[in-house]
């Protein structure tokens, strides 16, 4: 009797884990969230607003916020995100190295955001030749730097470029440490209200600063629904700010930054609602596409890129269109 308890016992060690293996592999896998990840730019706003306004389920998303995109890209190149805010420029920089990636949904266009500032002295992009400009080391700051000299005729080689963060941008400029920076919202208006020259910005290149979502393939392929509930979060939170902006603004709090200077950072960027991002993803995204085509030329003479990914895959609008589900 003892004999055939102990075989039980023993027989019990083993086949229970096996059954449960068993019983597991016939369910649907357990699923961690998805994680989002983005810097701290008013055109990443929607998402931040949504988390806040319980728009988010958390088992589906947790939402991030890095200091840089050059951390952004860092993750997403590591694969610890699923979801990852970047300019288009980026998102090309980022395709050359992991094909596996889509856009998903256009965040912005950049309408003055991104811009040169000088210190008083300097009152023309062609006055910092030979001047020190500070400058977040991503495509996006790179080729800010790179068209606004082209456009004035100053070579970069001309110029010393600093590599800041832009979490360094704000003290480094009050501290003279640099003579310029290429710098962003908020940190943009912050250094105009303490006397900074805007000698360059993002009006001046129309169309060609554009902020995007992009998911991996691996994402989209395994859960996406989740993607679609993102978007859905998203565009329910940008009509909040909308038709709410004084509340949003209080739900934001964005670091630093009054009312007046809130709703001028949000003049320098415009956020497409659903219909109008319909319209970019239709046709093939026709309308992304010449931009990234009239980007890839400039990002190659410049050696921002080594490679032309002009015929990778990159748009993808079925989750704006409501056919992702």
């Not at 998402?47 to 993750?75: C, H, M, W």
């Not at 910092?128 to 790179?142: H, N, P, S, W």
Request: proline letters at 5%; a negative charge.
């Amino acid at each position: 009797m003892e004999g055939a308890i102990v075989i039980f016992r023993y027989m019990q060690r083993w086949l229970m884990p096996l059954a449960i293996m068993f019983i597991q592999g016939c369910s649907e896998p357990p699923m961690h969230p998805f994680t989002f990840a983005a810097n701290n730019w008013p055109g990443y706003y929607p998402i931040f607003l949504a988390e806040d306004l319980g728009y988010i389920d958390p088992a589906k998303l947790n939402v991030t916020q890095q200091a840089s995109t050059s951390e952004v890209l860092r993750l997403l190149r590591a694969g610890t995100v699923d979801i990852g805010a970047l300019t288009l420029d980026e998102a090309l920089l980022l395709l050359q190295d992991k094909p596996d990636i889509k856009v998903i949904l256009v965040a912005d266009f950049s309408a003055g955001g991104d811009a040169i500032l000088a210190q008083e002295e300097i009152t023309s992009l062609e006055q910092l030749q030979g001047k020190r400009i500070g400058v977040e080391k991503t495509a996006l700051g790179a080729f800010v730097l790179d068209r606004a000299l082209g456009m004035a005729g100053v070579e970069v080689e001309d110029v010393y470029a600093i590599s800041l963060e832009v979490s360094e941008h704000k003290d480094a400029f009050l501290k003279k440490r640099v003579d310029a920076v290429v710098t962003f919202e908020p940190v943009l208006s912050q250094l105009l209200a303490r006397g900074a020259n805007r000698v360059f910005d993002s009006k001046q290149i129309p169309g060609e600063i554009v902020d995007v979502i992009v998911a991996t393939d691996r994402a989209i392929e395994a859960r996406p629904e989740r993607l679609a509930h993102f978007v859905d979060a998203w565009f329910k939170a940008l009509d909040y700010m909308n038709d709410k902006p004084e509340e949003a603004y209080e739900r934001l709090s964005p670091e630093g930054l009054s009312f007046e200077e809130y709703l001028r950072a949000q003049d320098g960027i415009h956020l497409p609602d659903k219909s109008e991002n319909e319209e970019l993803f239709a046709d093939d995204a026709y309308r992304l596409e010449a931009v990234r085509q009239k980007m890839i030329p400039v990002m190659l003479d410049s050696n921002l890129l080594e490679m032309d990914v002009g015929g990778v895959a990159l748009f993808d609008g079925r989750f704006v269109t409501g056919r992702g589900e």
